[in-house]
């Protein structure tokens, strides 16, 4: 009965919930004026030119200057140590991660991998930048890789794609080799990453 009597008010509640996120969204507040993107080899642009990286094109389509600090073979141990020179002193806006990739490659306990994720994210944040991560998920070699990103994501309210290689990766015409993209590839990242940022730009 009480069900009944609610149906005909669901579509004023569901606004109220829709316009209480777009506030929520309205009201946070980035602190820094650059946007970095930080992570390994896909944020590098492994197999493209440097200039059909993801932020670099990234770049082109927002009009802003976007820096890359991906470095190809980087782990989230290694990447922690260069946080505060690549990212933090750079007074970041918004960072774009990709990383977890060599860590699944190389066997690194997720429990390790995601400890330093989870440390590399809430000190960007500390500096009052959004975060986005763009989460690494390989069919049958996954490792509960995928899952930790969710948490992650959870924990820290930091924006996530789920997959940025999703529809890529075992496509030729997107692919340079079994894991980097070439510069379409790149082009699909950077708009997954674009209409992530998109409403705090």
Not at 30 to 45: A, E, K, P
């Amino acid at each position: 009965m009480q069900t009944f009597l609610l149906r005909p008010f669901l579509p004023f509640l569901l606004f109220l919930v829709l316009l209480t996120a777009c506030s929520q969204r309205e009201q946070l507040t980035l602190r820094g004026q650059n946007i970095i993107c930080f992570g390994d080899s896909l944020t590098f642009g492994t197999g493209a030119p440097r200039d059909k990286s993801y932020p670099a094109q990234l770049s082109e389509a927002i009009g802003w200057p976007v820096i890359n600090a991906g470095i190809p073979g980087d782990t989230t141990a290694r990447a922690l140590q260069r946080l505060d020179r690549d990212v933090l002193s750079h007074d970041p806006r918004m960072v774009l991660i990709t990383l977890g990739g060599n860590d699944l490659k190389n066997g690194v306990d997720k429990k390790t991998a995601f400890k330093n994720l989870y440390a590399i994210v809430t000190a960007i944040q500390s500096e009052g930048a959004l975060v986005v991560i763009g989460g690494i998920k390989l069919l049958f070699w996954d490792r509960g890789y995928d899952e930790e990103y969710e948490e992650l994501a959870e924990k820290t309210g930091a924006i996530l794609i789920p997959d940025i290689l999703s529809g890529l990766m075992g496509n030729e015409s997107l692919m340079s080799d079994t894991i980097h993209p070439n510069a379409a590839g790149y082009a699909i990242m950077a708009n997954r990453f674009h209409k992530a940022i998109e409403p705090y730009l």
